[in-house]
């Protein structure tokens, strides 16, 4: 089983639509968490960090849920701007011995007119 | 504004060549990652460095090596090229951990797109 999973779409959706993502991780210890969106021959820029309480950045709204151990995305009226493939990224946290982040393969999402 | 730079958008070589791939930062990091990423299989852990002269393997090490010798700056080195290291290199950086012990997010560089004939 990977560590991090995610549905690799394509999600195809209409301008104006709510969306949603999950990403399954398998370390019960991770600690830290991360949305990246990643544009086609483009590097991962950082979209929100999630927090335990949740939080909410604009029509971005990114939860935690430690005992399904899963992370979800949300993203309200969607736009055509938001096309891209979106990264989730989990970290053990486990001292110097595992710095790097863990990332997903990536959802793709198209939004279309 | 955190910025990470990678020496080459493109670069073409041969098999059997030396490559270096290089990476700076200019936000005093710590820490410093090497990935690549390839198609269905997303972005893969080569090795990574939390400090000078330290580094330690990710997920798929073999066939790279790596050098940091100063703090801004760290290098991916290609031995001995390969036509299946032809792939997006990227490299990343993030701080020190926080308080909570969780670590912060990286940041990555624009990416080398390596095609090794």
């Known amino acids: 089983r990977k560590e991090v999973e995610q549905d690799p779409g394509p999600f195809n959706v209409p301008e104006g639509a709510t969306v949603a993502f999950n990403c399954t991780y398998s370390?019960?210890?991770?600690?830290?968490f991360f949305w990246y969106r990643q544009d086609c021959r483009k590097e991962p820029k950082l979209l929100m960090s999630?927090?335990?309480s949740g939080n909410e950045d604009g029509r971005f709204t990114a939860q935690l849920n430690r005992a399904s151990q899963y992370i979800s995305l949300l993203i309200r009226d969607s736009k055509l701007s938001d096309s891209a493939t979106y990264l989730c990224?989990?970290?053990?946290?486990?001292?110097?011995?595992?710095?790097?982040?863990?990332f997903g393969s990536g959802t793709r999402l198209q939004v279309q007119p | 504004d955190v910025k990470v730079t990678q020496s080459s958008r493109y670069l073409v070589k041969r098999t059997g060549e030396k490559v270096f791939l290089e990476c700076v930062q200019d936000?005093?990091?710590?820490?410093m990652f090497w990935y690549r990423q390839d198609p269905g299989l997303g972005l893969r852990l080569i090795y990574f460095?939390?400090?000078?002269?330290?580094?330690e393997k990710g997920d798929i090490p073999e066939g790279y090596s790596v050098s940091r010798e100063k703090k801004e700056r760290f290098s991916l080195i290609l031995e001995s090229a390969s036509t299946n290291q032809t792939s997006m290199y990227l490299c990343?950086?993030?701080?020190?951990?926080?308080?909570?012990?969780?670590?912060?997010?990286?940041?990555f560089g624009p990416g080398t797109r390596l095609t090794v004939l």
């Open positions: 460095s939390y400090d000078v002269k330290m580094k």
């Open positions: 936000m005093d990091h710590e820490n």
């Open positions: 999630v927090y335990s």
């Open positions: 370390n019960s210890a991770s600690q830290s």
């Open positions: 990343a950086s993030s701080s020190s951990p926080n308080r909570g012990g969780g670590y912060n997010e990286q940041f």
């Open positions: 990224a989990v970290n053990i946290g486990t001292g110097t011995g595992r710095r790097a982040l863990t």
